[in-house]
């Protein structure tokens, strides 16, 4: 099994905090890239599917995703099709 495979598990899996920088790295084994931020910056964090231009935004929540961000992306990317678990 591919360290891809046992992040995605482990994502599909979580039932608490989930680190950020591991969601990272799964967007990016998912397919998806960050876009630059326009502007200031600030914390919002947005991320874009090459193929299918869905795009993830989130709040940059620091070390880690609490539960409630795990469950809401997660079914974010199940709808979007680009993750199944």
Known sequence: MSQADKLKEAFCRC???FPFSDF??????LGYEA???KGSGGSRRRFVHTKTKHIVT???PGK???????KEKRQD???AGTLVP
């Open 77 to 79: 990317l199940i709808d």
């Open 35 to 37: 876009i630059k931020s």
């Open 24 to 29: 990272v790295r799964l967007l990016g084994s």
């Open 58 to 60: 989130l709040h940059d």
């Open 64 to 70: 880690s995703m609490g539960s409630g961000m795990v």
């Open 15 to 17: 039932q608490a905090d």
